[in-house]
């Protein structure tokens, strides 16, 4: 089984609301990512946690604030987005960060929209 | 700078003819390559990689790929194009325990 999960499928928030969004796997692995895509361009890497810690944060406002509570969950908290920040947030995880075990799953994503 | 270029933005092909897309990597080592595809506000699927080993790999739905070190390449094939296929693909390499993506190919199939 390769499935990575998130919800909500959609997302409408107002610029000054807090939401949040959420991954989850069951697969073991140890590596999960949030990835930003907006239409047409590849996926932009936005947070890699490893072990359930932060390893990479690749200079995202603070607006976007990762969690990872245990290793199959992980949240990406929401709070006075732009509209410009309206995007596919997809979320993937990989058994490990190096080597063949880089292998990344990714979710179905959620479509976020910020009016 | 390693990256993964993919040439063609759009390929159009017809129901059951043949595909390859194209997909040609800067990397200085043997890179770990993969291809994804995603329908149209969906994630990505992993179709297959390429780590080492046999340079033809074959995938789900009946795609294939070819590593070519010489031409710095690893095309995706499929002998018969069903309009299912119909999607954005997407190659990528493992860099700096990062993938880094080209920039996709949407495929239009045409009856």
Known sequence: DTEVTQTPKHLVMGMTNKKSLKCEQHMGHRAMYWYKQKAKKPPELMFVYSYEKLS????????????????SLLNLHLHALQPEDSALYLCASSQERSGPTITQ?????????VL | A??????DIHITVSEGASLELRCN???GATPYL???VQSPGQGLQ??????SGDTLVQGIKGFEAE??????SFNLRKPSVHWSDAAEYFCA???GNKLVFGAGTILRVKS
Do not use: A, D
């Open chain 1, 56 to 71: 990479i944060n690749e200079s995202v406002p603070s607006r976007f604030s990762p969690e990872c509570p245990n290793s």
């Open chain 1, 105 to 113: 799953y990714f979710g179905p994503g959620t479509r976020l929209t």
């Open chain 2, 2 to 7: 390693q990256s993964v270029t993919q040439p």
């Open chain 2, 25 to 27: 990597y800067s990397y």
């Open chain 2, 34 to 36: 993969f291809w994804y």
């Open chain 2, 46 to 51: 992993l179709l297959l990689k390429y780590f």
């Open chain 2, 67 to 72: 590593f070519k070190r010489s031409q710095s």
């Open chain 2, 93 to 95: 390499m493992e860099y």
